[in-house]
């Protein structure tokens, strides 16, 4: 067993190493710097809370200071997200070194892990009286049943909303769990880290890179365009979040296709991912076409430090609507138009497309509007019908793609979901055919 978890450990590090690989090194030490000390003093807040109610004077230090420390946590990363794992500690994926002092039981993951709490969430400022109740819930008995629910029900009492609370985490993350990971679990968390970034951009905090950056690997460790990923239905997601998977799915496997080192790949997915915050600006030049590219430059600009990640993000957001034609224009900002516009098409507010049309727009506006060279390499990437295209066979049935192209020999013939059956039937989820195996194209179906 020790050595089980010593391995899952190790690959845990191993995988937040590669998603903190193109930071910036002075914002990793502005977070331990800050992150330790918010977490040896919340460590030492609660355990106070064994021996002294949350209303006693020895608290009045110790919560002013509790209270500074998130505050300036804040100003780097935005929303906060404190997660601990065995006995240790994380603040937005960054792991921190135990309180000095901390042995077997008495790390905060223990006093948290008593109220089946593995993580907290910080969404805004706390005052000293709201530090108080919450030292003071987590320094107590847990309940006897369903401890987490009772701490959560008694902020929401007391009118605490900023603070969400998540169950006990366990390590994981080797190169085969995540493969293995739920595809639907991968797309819901970076859909909400997403909208997370709007909302830190809309209120003038800083964006939370290393969040994404980590999800990027778990999606590049998945494959951008694994089949399960067009399964997955965009209902009940955000529009802008799904968009942005979509664009970081497109980017990530033209560098990809295109040979570039895992770390440039990741760059990548976090550009695409952040290349629409503009539009979470709350001012009305911020929602034009141009306006939205430089509200999101300004927003990217927040976050300190400067390094190429964030060089690739800003032009990213800056240039993802400009032409190449007359423009000597940054690489990730050829890829993101292709991969944006390509997404765009399929709109139904703008034109809506079928995705073999979309790649006969882009194909029709190499060159001017697109770069030639990229343009064909997505279309060799995406196949003849990509993901999503709705095919009719020659037996009668409707197939909905979902692969893209896996071989010259395969261009024309993806992995496909049967979606209708020949008296126009719904056919239930979970049934596939691979079109070069099994089945002959009549042709696309534009609309269904």
């Given amino acids: 067993m020790a050595d089980e978890l010593a391995r899952a450990q190790t690959s845990l590090e191993r995988a937040l190493n590669r998603a ?36 006693n004077h020895a608290f009045d230090q110790p919560v002013q200071d509790l209270k500074k420390a998130l505050e300036g946590l804040a100003t780097v990363l935005g929303r906060v997200h404190l997660v601990t794992v065995e006995d ?47 030292v003071g819930l987590l320094g107590g008995r847990p309940a006897q049943q369903h401890p987490r629910n009772a701490i959560a029900k008694a902020l929401d009492e007391k009118g ?52 994404l950056r980590r999800l990027v690997v778990e999606l590049q460790q998945f494959g951008p365009h694994h089949e399960h990923l067009f399964v997955v239905p965009p209902q009940g997601h955000s529009v802008h979040g799904w968009h942005a998977l979509r664009v970081a799915q497109h980017a990530m496997s033209m560098t990809q296709a295109l040979g570039f080192s895992p ?37 990217l600009l927040r976050q300190v430090g400067f390094h190429e990640a964030k060089l690739r993000r800003i032009f990213g957001a800056l240039h993802h609507h400009t032409d190449v034609g007359g423009h000597k224009l940054p690489l990730v900002a050829r890829m993101l138009r292709i991969a944006e516009d390509y997404e765009n098409f399929q709109r139904a507010d703008a034109g809506g497309l079928t995705p073999p049309d979309a790649l006969s727009r882009l ?23 990509p993901p999503g295209t709705l095919l009719g066979l020659e037996d009668g049935h409707v197939v909905k793609s979902i692969s893209v ?32 195996q099994h089945g002959q194209v009549r042709g696309v179906v534009r609309a269904r």
């Avoid at 990971?181 to 880290?193: A, E, N, T, Y």
């Avoid at 990548?268 to 979470?280: C, E, F, I, N, S």
């Avoid at 395969?410 to 992995?415: D, E, H």
């Fill in 88 to 134: 240790q500690v994380y603040i937005n994926d960054v792991r921190m070194k135990p309180p000095a002092g901390t042995g077997p039981g008495k790390h905060l993951g223990a006093e948290l892990n008593k109220h089946n709490i593995g993580g907290l969430s910080f969404g805004g400022e706390l005052s000293t009286d709201d530090w108080r109740v919450v």
């Fill in 405 to 436: 192209a896996r071989s010259v020999q395969t261009f024309a013939q993806p992995l496909s979901m049967v979606v209708a059956r020949p008296d126009g039937s719904p056919v239930p989820a979970g049934h596939y055919v691979d079109l070069a």
């Fill in 363 to 385: 194909a029709g506006g190499a060159g001017q509007t697109y770069d030639p060279v990229l343009v064909q390499v997505f279309i060799n990437r995406l196949g003849q019908f």
């Fill in 20 to 55: 903190r690989a193109g930071e910036d090194r002075v914002l990793m030490a502005q977070i331990r710097e800050r992150g330790e000390q918010f977490v040896n003093l919340f460590n030492g807040v609660v355990r106070m809370g064994h021996i002294h109610s949350g209303d």
């Fill in 160 to 211: 605490i909303k900023t603070i969400e609370l998540s169950g006990i985490f366990r390590f994981r993350m080797s190169a085969d769990e995540v493969a293995n990971s739920d595809v639907f679990s991968l797309v819901r968390r970076i859909v909400q880290q997403v909208d997370e970034t709007w909302d830190n951009v809309a209120t003038g905090r800083q964006v939370n890179v290393l969040a």
């Fill in 263 to 299: 770390g440039l790949q990741q760059d990548y997915g976090v550009a695409a991912l952040t290349h629409d915050v503009g539009y979470a600006v709350p001012l009305p030049q911020a929602h034009s076409l141009k306006g939205h590219c430089y509200a999101g430059v300004r927003g």
